[in-house]
């Protein structure tokens, strides 16, 4: 089993579902976050007042599937989110040990 | 919490009561209130009787020799949109001041915006009921400094009009809009320090300022024996003129402002961390209630719906519209965007710098105002701030009282005596050197002079009243005080919880 993070722009987050649904993937995380990687923040203006504003909004989704969809699921991200502008956001993977349905008992790769 | 509201009770009585005894025991002696002549008169003619109904629909004396039905009572179109002035006027405070510098602060200090907003309001009333209403529209004094002690405790202030102010509104409705001035002035000096000033210091700043400065200066330029009441003082030393309170209000709260932000010193943090306003929403809506309000302030100022009225209408609304949008199309062309605190602070500047002339200026007058507010202002919030470098953290200064001050003397410049029958009227500004100072266009001068009057009061006043409360209750709250916000350490709320 693998964990793929993603951090892509808010206004991509239905596109990137989409994609994933369509692969059969059933199940993800989604949470809003704020942080900056090449494409920085903006300034702010208030009257004489200047903010720099570093971190900027962002979505990052959490996906756990079995090693077989991974590379599709990856590919399927990747081509959803990006705009070509720089702040398209990042993809990571790594591996997941072991996973539980709570309900069910049932572990492993049925369980995700 | 009992024992601190024990501890305000005494203050305020002790207050009241020493403040009047100290009136009453200097100047007693010249106090000799003008009884009204109520000698027995025949049935009035049906002359004089229409003759009153003329002079309430032009807003003149009526008959003072044979009283009619009309003599002593109030018109009640006057008083009608007197009364709408007066409630417009205090919702410019509550909550439109409390908004605009409420969404201006962080989301941490947002309550104690509206607590001293509210606060003034409660306290300001008091005093102007116990003394301050007196000692600034009464006369007793016949002095040019202060009022009188005539109307102490609202004594005699009835619905019947005080016609030393305006022939028919009732006293009760003018002493209450007169009330709304006083409130709202002491509440725009804390947007300089807000964010780091403890809530009992400024009350405690405000009743002091309120006698040191305040009173002083509302009578000496709105008073009936004022120094510088140029349209309704014939001996008035200083022929100035404020229609609505470009002095009074704005630069006296400005320039307070000033000194009492240097006295209390910076934020924690100042030019280290972002301090961004919370909320630009509630900034826009405080602002467009202060717009609407100042209809009141301004319009109202003419203590009558008549033409003088109309004509502040007018004026308010273009110098205002013009401000409103020749500050953000600067800001755009200086710092690249047009921003929503640019509209919002150059309406609030058309409105302070139209103040003082809106009464005494056309049309052509009030749009130079609103370019001049709204470029002015803006250089100094922007530019002169940053120079400069104090924490004014609400630009009361860099609006109230610059926009103020270039309002005065933009009054003196651009007055045109025809929309004002009161700036030729030969009893009283043919008598006091106003007339005179118009057609020679030296009106400039009075209005420089009562410029430096008000600037070295509220500049001395300030520095003395400031020292005071610094070194007894002190001002500023503990760091960790400030840090964690006023709303929690000196009222026990949060502004939003939002779980």
């Known amino acids: ?112 | 919490m009992f024992k601190i509201s024990r501890k305000w009770t005494s203050i305020l009585a002790a207050a009241v009561v020493g403040g009047s005894m100290f009136v009453g025991s200097s100047w007693a002696q010249d106090a000799a209130a003008p009884a009204a002549a109520a000698t027995p008169t025949p049935t009035p003619t049906i002359e004089t009787r229409v003759a009153d109904l003329e002079a309430y629909v032009t807003n003149s004396s009526p008959n003072t020799t044979q009283i009619g039905p009309l003599g002593a009572t109030s018109g009640p179109g006057h008083n009608a949109w007197m009364m709408v002035s007066a409630a417009f006027v205090l919702m410019m405070t509550l909550p439109g001041l409390a908004l605009f510098y409420g969404g201006l602060v962080r989301a941490k200090n947002v309550l104690s915006i509206v607590a001293m907003c509210f606060g003034i309001t409660g306290l300001v009333s008091i005093l102007w009921w116990a003394v301050g209403y007196s000692l600034v529209f009464g006369t007793s004094f016949g002095n040019p400094f202060l009022g009188g002690s005539e109307f102490f405790f609202f004594k005699g202030v009835t619905s019947a009009p005080n016609t030393s102010y305006a022939y028919w509104v009732s006293q009760n409705v003018f002493a209450i809009f007169q009330l709304t001035f006083a409130i709202i002035t002491p509440a725009l000096i804390f947007g300089a320090t807000a964010e780091r000033i403890k809530f009992s210091a400024v009350m405690l700043f405000t009743f002091l300022w309120m006698f040191v400065v305040y009173f002083p200066l509302a009578h000496m330029v709105w008073g009936g024996t004022g120094l510088m009441n140029g349209v309704w003082n014939a001996s008035a030393k200083i022929p100035a003129i404020d229609f609505a309170g470009g002095t009074v209000v704005h630069m006296s709260s400005g320039w307070t402002a000033l000194i009492l932000c240097l006295i209390l010193g910076k934020r924690l943090g100042y030019g280290k961390e972002p301090m961004p306003p919370h909320s630009m929403v509630a900034c826009f809506i405080g602002t467009a209630l202060l717009w609407v309000g100042w209809y009141g302030f301004n319009a109202g100022s003419a203590v009558a719906a008549d033409g003088v009225a109309a004509n502040a209408f007018l004026t308010t609304t273009l110098a205002t519209a013009v401000a409103s949008f020749v500050w953000p199309m600067v800001e755009w062309l200086f710092k690249g965007k047009p921003s929503i605190l640019g509209f919002c602070s150059g309406a609030v500047a058309g409105l302070v710098v139209i103040t003082p002339a809106c009464g005494f200026v056309n049309s052509t007058g009030a749009v130079i105002i609103g370019v001049a507010a709204g470029i002015v202002p803006f250089i100094a919030v922007t530019y002169l701030k940053a120079l400069i470098g104090y924490d004014d953290a609400l630009d009361t200064f860099g609006v109230h009282a610059i926009g103020g001050t270039m309002g005065a003397l933009l009054t003196g410049v651009l007055v045109a005596p025809e929309v004002n029958a009161n700036l030729s009227a030969p009893g009283v500004a043919g008598a006091n050197g106003l007339l005179a100072a118009i057609t020679s266009h030296t009106l400039v001068i009075a209005q420089l002079k009562a410029v430096g009057i008000t600037i070295a009061l509220a500049v001395v006043g300030t520095a003395v009243i400031g020292l005071l409360v610094k070194f007894t209750i002190g001002l500023r709250p503990t760091p960790e005080n400030e840090s964690q916000g006023l709303d929690i350490t000196d009222h026990g709320e949060e502004g939003y919880i939002l779980n």
Do not use: C
Not at chain 1, 48 to 69: C, N
Not at chain 1, 74 to 98: H, L, M, N, Q, R
């Open chain 1, 1 to 112: 089993m693998k964990k793929i993070e993603a951090i892509i722009k808010p206004f991509k987050l239905e596109e990137v579902k989409d994609a994933l649904a369509d692969l059969g993937i059933e199940g993800m995380t989604v949470s809003e976050v704020k942080g900056f990687g090449r494409q920085k923040g903006h300034t702010e203006i208030y009257r004489g007042s200047e903010y720099t504003v570093d971190f900027l909004p962002k979505i990052k989704i959490e996906v756990v599937l079995s090693d077989s969809l991974l590379e599709s699921a990856t590919a399927a991200i990747v081509k959803a989110a990006k705009t070509g502008k720089i702040g398209d956001g990042k993809v990571f993977v790594s591996p997941v040990e072991e996973a539980i349905r709570i309900r069910t008992d049932e572990t492993g790769e049925k369980a995700v």
